[in-house]
């Protein structure tokens, strides 16, 4: 079946520095995939899509490529600030039934 | 846009007693409708898949007659925690897609639903 595997938290940086948060995916067919995130108290948002495959999803200054060779999907920032704290979950659709299969979450602190 | 609030974002109750948790889509038309349950420190395990006039689609190992579901319009969908028990105390979330964009897959969330059973 459809899963989504992300690194393990918590990941603990200082502000400015690069964020790389893996994700990997298993699915059959060609499924879109997200990264959604959580602050403290909040729901979740999404933060940026692709949809197939060699598209970089983009948003506040976050990246992420879906590589259907590798599988993968990893989010990336060039330049964390405090204010990204949050928990990213990685997630992927079938785009067959419209539901979401999210990764464990990983939470990310960005110290001052 | 793609509002989908949710209503209580937090409630106590007693082991035994029934809690209704509503998830609204604002500002569009939502007929489909999905639960989620997060644990602490963990990601999000879907529930059942809600559907504008018709039953629920229950994931498996998810007891039917204890999280009741209900979707009677296009704008809002109910999650009933029936005879609550310690153990169903958890974040319940809930997500809703837009017609236009389903294909796509992105889905738009609500704030989340504390439930604490004592």
Known sequence: ?112 | GAVVSQHPSWVICKSGTSVKIECRSLDFQATTMFWYRQFPKQSLMLMATSNEGSKATYEQGVEKDKFLINHASLTLSTLTVTSAHPEDSSFYICSASIPGLARTGELFFGEGSRLTVL
């Open chain 1, 1 to 112: 079946g459809n899963s989504v595997t992300q690194m393990e938290g918590p990941v603990t940086l200082s502000e400015e520095a690069f964020l790389t948060i893996n994700c990997t995916y298993t699915a059959t067919g060609y499924p879109s995939l997200f990264w959604y995130v959580q602050y403290p108290g909040e729901g979740l948002q999404l933060l940026l899509k692709a949809t197939k495959a060699d598209d970089k999803g983009s948003n506040k200054g976050f990246e992420a490529t879906y590589r259907k060779e590798t599988t993968s999907f990893h989010l990336e920032k060039g330049s964390v600030q405090v204010s990204d704290s949050a928990v990213y979950f990685c997630a992927l659709n079938d785009n067959q039934g419209g539901k979401l299969i999210f990764g464990q979450g990983t939470e990310l602190s960005v110290k001052p």
